[in-house]
């Protein structure tokens, strides 16, 4: 049975300096690993969205028939790069986009 994080702390001070000191580097530890862990799980659900989009892009790329139609998704595909620029909102900006234009049934 998992002993509380709060019973750890009070048994560090319970007996000494040098306990209190090693739970509380104990806990900065373990929250660093919890933080990490959320990081890289972020990360990688962010490179599967953007890899999974980048190939959908590509695709249509590739199927467009008219010039005006695969200009339109290197354009796209541009605003996908740019995304990776953190203060550039590519979906944010997409989502508004199809507010005020709405789009055609290619899309």
């Known amino acids: 049975m998992p002993i509380p994080m709060l019973y750890l702390l009070a048994a560090a001070n319970e007996v000494g300096e040098e306990q209190n000191e090693n739970a509380f580097w104990l806990l900065l530890f373990l929250a660093a690993i919890i933080v ?4 890289v799980i972020w990360f990688a ?3 599967n ?5 980048l190939r959908h892009i590509n695709a249509r790329i590739e199927q467009s028939i008219t010039e005006r139609e695969r200009m339109h998704y290197v354009r796209r595909r541009r605003r996908l790069f740019l995304s990776l620029i953190p203060f550039v909102p590519y979906h944010r900006y997409s989502r508004r986009h199809r507010k005020q234009y709405p789009q055609d049934k290619n899309e």
Do not use: A, C, N, T
Request: aromatic residues 34%.
């Open 36 to 39: 990490l862990f959320i990081w």
């Open 45 to 47: 659900s962010f490179l």
């Open 49 to 53: 969205k953007f890899q999974r989009e």
